[in-house]
């Protein structure tokens, strides 16, 4: 069963924070950007610099649609999953818990700078980032159940302090 939907921006964590919640929930885990490799071949970069976005969103799209509706127990979405209409209704159909990752930009600088693996903020990530998230912060809020900060904590934190605001922590 569909227990959690991670969405957020680039770096804020959605991965290694999903990764840690389907742990403490002892379920499965995915993350979509990780399909998206598996099923092409190709990384995230290498399908963005040879087909352009376009292609790239409608390989998310399908990949994204496909795990909603299956038996993965916690899924991480790539931030930028959630601007498609059809994804925004599958996940407001569904009963999981849709998790917002909120982080700041002097934490998330250091994530994504300097790296080549996230093509949307490689060039000016401060300015890129900072763009990206203007214009998806009210999809991601529009679509959140629980908006947690993850600045300056370790995903096993998130992931504890998730399961005491879904009523589930073991204390
Ligand atoms: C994207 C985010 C990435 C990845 C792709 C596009 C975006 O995933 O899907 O580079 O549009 O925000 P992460 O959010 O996991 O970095």
Redesign the pocket.
């Known amino acids: 069963m569909l227990r959690a939907i991670l969405i ?5 964590g ?2 290694s924070v999903g990764k840690a919640l389907s742990r403490e929930l002892s379920t499965s885990f995915e ?3 990780e399909l ?1 490799v598996e099923k092409t071949g190709r990384s ?1 970069p290498e399908i ?1 610099a040879e087909d352009g976005e376009t292609k ?1 969103r409608a390989i ?1 799209k399908e990949v994204v649609l496909l795990a909603l509706r299956s038996n993965i127990g916690v899924i ?6 959630v ?1 498609d209409l059809d994804v925004q209704e599958a996940i407001r159909k569904s009963a999981a818990q849709v998790i917002l990752l909120q982080i700041g930009l002097g934490n998330v600088l250091a994530r994504i700078s300097n790296k080549t ?5 490689a060039q000016d990530p401060e300015r890129q980032w900072k763009d ?1 998230l203007a214009a998806r912060a009210p999809i991601y809020e529009s679509l959140a159940t629980i908006v947690i900060a993850t600045d300056n904590k370790k995903p096993y934190e998130v992931a504890r302090e998730l399961m005491s605001r879904m009523g589930l922590a073991r204390e």
Not at 8 to 12: E, F, V
Not at 76 to 81: E, P, R, V
Not at 117 to 121: A, G, S
Request: no cysteine; proline share 11%.
């Open positions: 957020g921006p680039p770096g804020s959605k991965s993350d979509t950007d998206i995230i963005f790239f998310e991480s979405l790539g931030g930028g999953a601007i693996d996230r093509p949307l903020v990206l």
